[in-house]
């Protein structure tokens, strides 16, 4: 999922007339006893005032009053319905219905999550049964960090992240990272990027709250396999951010550069702050690894591995300090010419 605003309006939009007479017309052809009036009736009431979520979730009360009021029947039909959506973020819903209403069905609903996921991700849905049964959840997760489908295993991950943006935190992992443990150290070098990601964003959550530990684990793991060492590097991207030394260290940007000054000047020579025009050529006998990065006073240069460079650094009077990093300038206004 998206880290954008699920209030935003162009967003809401997914769940619109045409999108909820679509899946009447679906459910019929499934359920040809579902209501569809009652259905539309329920879900385009009061539409306009619903953001995106408020949306998702009267669709799922719309089908509880609409399905059979058995929960295994109802989900006969959804698991029916959702190769039909044919929508990521609507087909988020079925795993919606299923965290509402399946919890009295445990087993049953974690193997619909597991069905549903590949459609659209139950990593919102399954944070429900996290919360009510933490630990059995988690034994079930470690389990679909091993399966063959991608979707299954990034939801291991995804799922189980202490502060998924658009849903609850789940304190006992922000607590205690070890218990979360098990099923990244399953994922670490898993081939499909899609999974990495998650592995990578659930790894830089834990190092907002428990930064000697991530620095831990990750030194833990054989970072020579370049799909565990492409997840260490983007795990430590808020740490790296804070100048913390250890994590700087990890992806290699310790030590100092062999860097060397062949020419520096500044004109003129005096000037009110920031507003300096300058030029400078430096050079690089080994190069830096790649993710690691020089910051000169007007720009950041990256550098190739293991190659020797010379740059041409140069700024003039536009050059400002950037808004987003206190100390540095905007890349803008430099020019680099290797």
Not at 176 to 205: C, E, F, G, Q
Not at 308 to 321: D, H, K, L, W, Y
Request: charged fraction near 25%; glycine fraction near 4%.
């Amino acid at each position: 999922m998206s880290d954008s605003d699920p209030s935003s309006p162009a967003l809401k939009e997914i769940f619109n007339e045409a999108r909820y007479r679509s899946l009447a017309k679906e459910l019929r052809t499934i359920f040809p006893a579902f209501d569809a009036k009652r259905f539309l009736a329920l879900t385009l009431a009061d539409l306009d005032t619903r953001s995106l979520l408020q949306r998702m979730r009267r669709t799922s009360e719309a089908l509880r009053e609409t399905l059979p009021p058995r929960f295994p029947a109802a989900l006969k039909i959804l698991r029916q319905l959702a190769p039909r959506i044919q929508h990521s973020f609507t087909s988020i819903v079925p795993p919606d219905f299923v965290a509402l209403y399946g919890q009295d069905h445990y087993e049953l609903s974690l193997e619909a999550l597991k069905f549903f996921t590949p459609f659209g991700s139950a990593e919102f849905a399954i944070r429900t049964f996290l919360k009510s049964d933490l630990k059995r959840t988690l034994a079930v997760m470690e389990t679909w960090a091993t399966d063959e489908n991608e979707h299954v295993r990034r939801l291991a991950s995804e799922g189980s992240r202490p502060r998924l943006p658009w849903s609850f935190r789940l304190d006992a992992i922000i607590r205690n990272p070890d218990l979360t443990a098990p099923i990244l150290s399953r994922l670490i070098n898993d081939p499909s990027l899609y999974v990495r990601k998650s592995v990578a964003n659930h790894l830089n959550d834990i190092s907002k709250d428990h930064p000697d530990w991530l620095i831990a684990w990750l030194r833990a793991q054989d970072l020579s396999h370049p799909h565990a060492r492409w997840i260490a590097k983007r795990a430590v991207r808020t740490l790296v951010k804070r100048g913390h030394p250890e994590a700087l260290a990890l992806i290699g940007a310790t030590g100092h550069a062999e860097i060397k000054v062949n020419h520096f000047t500044v004109a003129p020579r005096r000037v009110e702050l920031y507003q300096v025009a300058f030029k400078r050529i430096i050079t690089s006998p080994k190069g830096l690894r790649t993710g690691g990065f020089f910051y000169a006073p007007d720009q950041a240069v990256s550098f190739w591995d293991n190659q020797a460079i010379t740059a041409v650094v140069e700024a003039g009077p536009q050059c400002r300090r950037s808004a987003a990093y206190p100390g540095r300038f905007d890349a803008s206004c430099g020019l680099v010419t290797p």
